[in-house]
């Protein structure tokens, strides 16, 4: 089973629609991200959370709301979608003891397209 | 402003061969990492690199580290088909993952 799991993997819908991805894990990492993969652009950090009462905006949060229900779960909302939130999301966990040198580690990815 | 570049963007080689990808960034930080992304797939971490100097070898891929040149390198050595595949370079500019720049990405294709 994966460490990190997101789902769903593909999503397509429309412009005004409210879309919530989620993401879970079982690596018992404290520290939780969202991040969008674009093409020619990198990733970019939405928002991250070091525990469950920790939420912050990353350099583009705008559009975007996240809800950490659990140490375990983390989820991305999107209130109205826009065609220009059309990309590659992945959620990512961290440990952040020092020895771990907080290295990332990656769900699977969800690609989502709004038309 | 705070950047992260990567050359080159596209590299096509030849399998037994070598060859280094760079990673140049602005301005200083303590904290480096490369990323390994399959074709469809997601990101793996392969190094950190956290100081002047450092340097850290996986079979065939190794990674330096020169913060006073603000200059990353990741070296491949007699190349394979299997490291066919797209690496980042990000710098950690604040700490704990909260302001980490990534580079374009180089992806890399090796023929036979």
């Known amino acids: 089973d994966a460490d990190v799991t997101q789902t769903p993997r593909n999503r397509i819908t429309k412009t005004g629609k409210r879309i919530m991805l989620e993401c879970s894990q079982t690596?018992?990492?404290?520290?939780m991200y969202w991040y969008r993969q674009d093409p020619g652009l990198g990733l970019r950090l939405i928002y991250y959370s070091f525990d469950v009462k920790d939420i912050n905006k990353g350099e583009i949060s705008d559009g975007y709301s996240v809800s950490r229900q659990a140490q375990a779960k983390f989820s991305l909302s999107l209130e109205s979608a826009i065609p220009n939130q059309t990309a590659l999301y992945f959620c990512?966990?961290?440990?952040?003891?020092?020895?771990?040198?907080?290295?990332?580690?990656f769900g699977s990815g969800t690609q989502l397209s709004v038309l | 402003e705070l950047k992260v570049e990567q050359n080159p963007l596209f590299l096509s080689m030849q399998e037994g061969k070598n060859y280094t990808i760079y990673c140049n960034y602005s301005?200083?930080?303590?904290?480096l990492y490369w990323y390994r992304q399959d074709p469809g797939k997601s990101l793996e971490s392969l190094f950190v690199?956290?100081?002047n100097g450092a340097v850290k070898q996986e079979g065939r891929l190794m990674a330096s580290l020169d913060t006073k040149a603000r200059l990353s390198t990741l070296h491949i050595t007699a190349a394979v088909h299997d490291l066919s595949a797209t690496y980042f370079c990000a710098v950690d500019y604040a700490g704990n993952n909260r302001k980490l720049i990534w580079g374009l990405g180089t992806s890399l294709a090796v023929n036979p």
């Open positions: 301005t200083t930080s303590d904290r």
């Open positions: 990512a966990t961290s440990d952040g003891t020092p020895a771990a040198n907080e290295k990332l580690f």
């Open positions: 690596k018992g990492h404290d520290r």
């Open positions: 690199l956290l100081s």
